[in-house]
């Protein structure tokens, strides 16, 4: 068993690192990433700023929340490109809670 998910491993590793990086994918990418730190409303309408205005076909913004936690997430179906994102806020500022949930894990 530890043999053959090793193979597949190396095998998964070298087909990604014979891809070629994609700039135009990479900035998209960025901008779905900057909009999960948009407040709730203005990421619903799409009407965030830069982040949104720089990518058009965005439609069925489902937003994921835990404010205990203070963590979020968005989900959205993108007409033009035919694509589901999946976009996490990260690490928000100075707010203590956020840095203790990020160190916070749990053994799966």
């Keep these: 068993m530890k043999l053959a998910l090793t193979i597949a491993f190396f095998a998964s590793a070298a087909l990604m ?6 700039a135009n994918i990479g900035t998209k990418s960025m901008h779905y990433a900057g909009a999960s730190y948009c407040d709730k409303g203005t990421l619903d309408s799409w009407t965030c700023g830069e982040a949104c205005s720089s990518i058009s076909g965005v439609s069925s913004i489902f937003s994921i929340e835990n404010e205990l936690l203070d963590t979020f997430a968005f989900v959205t ?7 589901i994102v999946v976009s996490f ?9 956020n840095w203790l949930t990020n160190i916070v894990y749990y053994r799966v």
Excluded at 89 to 97: K, Q, S, W, Y
């Design 17 to 22: 690192a014979s891809a070629n990086y994609d």
């Design 89 to 97: 806020r990260g690490t928000n500022g100075a707010d203590f809670l």
């Design 77 to 83: 179906y993108n007409s033009d490109d035919k694509e």
